[in-house]
């Protein structure tokens, strides 16, 4: 069974998401999140997010409250949101969806909680269990095809943004010019430690799985190596697999998987099980 939610954070922004709901008692919880210009409803997600749930598992999917995507998966309807999107706020995010399934908000209260994060949410998932692992206390975090630092623009790149106010973005999916406001850069600046990706993986308590395609042309495998050396862990890498694991977009319920798909799903519910 799948039923949609919808929450608000702090700041009073909505985090509109997907529950996929076991028929028997679910194992864990699962919390799965997209990575930059993606979205609940992008290629693997929602395909992993049912895969699991076959398996037993609740599984929430979800856009990050500035990820500027609605339900009109067509276009980005609020990219006034997405300018100001930045890793503190997907921290937050995170926090507000654990928060509301440990007090009963959401389905899976009192059962143990994993993070599933994939690109940029997989970076966002080892900040939040880096920086909040005691409140969250989660039984494990799970990265596929993760970045390992916050920021990969160069100097010039920086002192151009900041010195503009902003930077732009094209999403190749919508053809959508984008804003980036420089407050995504500033408080990397400001607070390096707790935008440190290496540093905070480090500090995570609980087990950590790595993902990562051996063919990833958006983030270098050597990333998944570096994420899964300060986990003290040995990274898990997809045979020929890219950025999305193979899988167009969108995917429906009932496609075929891609072999680089389908050894992830059993990866991670190996990890779960063993886990949870």
Known sequence: MITPFLLQNSRQLELL??????????????????????????????VLAHDLCRAGLLVHRFNFSTSGMTNDIETFARPDLFEFDTWNRQVEDILCIVRAIRCGDLDGKD?????????????????????HGEEMNLAGVITINAVDRCCRMSQTEQDAMLDRGYSITQSARTKQDLRIDSAWLSEQIEHPE?????????????????LHGDSDQAVDPGAGSAIAQACN?????????????????????????SQQLLEATGTITRFIAKHG
């Open 194 to 210: 707790s935008h440190d990706v290496l540093l905070q993986a480090q500090r995570i308590a609980c087990p950590v799985c790595v």
């Open 111 to 131: 059962m143990p909680i994993f993070l599933i994060g994939h690109s940029r949410g997989g970076g966002s998932a080892l900040l939040a269990a880096g920086r």
């Open 17 to 46: 998401g997907d529950t996929h709901l076991p028929s028997a008692l679910p194992k864990a919880c699962v919390i799965l999140m997209h990575g930059f210009k993606g979205y609940k409803d992008y290629g693997f997600i929602p």
């Open 233 to 257: 862990t040995k990274p898990n890498l997809l045979n020929s697999g890219n950025h999305v694991l193979n899988m167009s977009n969108p995917s429906s319920f009932d496609c075929e998987r």
